[in-house]
């Protein structure tokens, strides 16, 4: 059994341990985040060039299987995933962590959406975490930003009035409530990433009075198969190589 894991988060990283060494997993990164933590078992690094480049590289890799356990927000190799699969008959499975519940969050379908919600409602201190390529839509947008990411933003994406946070997660309640107030930030605007590791920004948020802008999922394609836990997809994939061992058998 042969896996391709679509991955970059660390549920991907989960599932590869929890694989290891039973099936062979190639976990295969966007590699858009230097110096990034890396699952057990081969890595590959970067694109496929677009949908026939996924398609051939299934067939000269021999995959049995793909997971995709990418971010929520990856929604370009999510669909090339679901389109390739379905035509080449290759099993597929996308493991969508739980978004987060919008409470009283305003929520939006994008980042220029979520630039509009900050002039509409005259926020004039905001908390930016939408990431380096989320900071465009808000480049003429009249407020101050704390903009946090993992990389640096094109410089010509910024707000002119801002100051610049790289950090990488997980975060800690504690360490995020005392970045609000020491800032007075107005307003929280963020992707619903879900998960744990940057969910402790809400709670913080909720305590302080802040304001949130959240902007929602893409869709998935329609027809994929989903799971929510590392558990269910690692179970997933045990299925399927006891049927590929059955029809190996059966021929």
Not at 10 to 28: C, D, K, N, Q, T
Not at 82 to 95: D, F, K, M, S, Y
Not at 169 to 186: Q, S, V
Request: proline letters at 7%; one cysteine or more; aromatic letters at 4%.
């Amino acid at each position: 059994m042969k896996v391709l894991l679509l991955g970059g988060t660390g549920e991907a990283r989960a599932l590869a341990a929890a694989l290891h060494p039973e099936v062979e997993v190639i976990s295969s990164l966007a590699g858009r985040v230097p110096d990034p933590a890396l699952p057990v078992g081969p890595v590959r690094i970067g694109g496929f060039g677009g949908v026939e480049g996924l398609r051939r590289w299934l067939l000269d890799a021999a995959v049995d299987a793909v997971v995709d356990a990418t971010h929520p927000f990856a929604a370009t190799i999510t669909a090339h995933a679901a389109q390739v699969c379905a035509e080449l008959g290759v099993p597929h499975l996308v493991l969508a962590r739980p978004a987060w519940p919008a409470g009283s969050a305003i929520v939006v379908g994008s980042d220029r959406e979520a630039a509009e919600a900050v002039t509409a409602n005259g926020y004039s201190r905001v908390f930016l975490t939408t990431g380096r390529s989320g900071t465009r839509a808000f480049r003429d947008v009249d407020a101050w930003f704390l903009i946090r990411a993992v990389t640096p933003p094109d410089p010509d994406t910024l707000p002119v009035d801002h100051q610049l946070l790289l950090s990488r997660g997980p975060y800690d309640y504690d360490g995020e409530l005392a970045l609000l107030r020491e800032h007075r930030i107005e307003a929280l605007v963020t992707k619903n990433s879900g998960g744990a590791m940057t969910e402790p920004k809400l709670r913080a948020a909720a305590t302080a009075g802040v304001a949130v802008v959240m902007v929602d999922r893409p869709p998935l394609p329609a027809g994929v198969h989903t799971v929510a836990t590392v558990e269910e997809a690692a179970g997933w994939v045990r299925a399927n190589t006891v049927q590929l061992r059955l029809r190996g058998c059966s021929l």
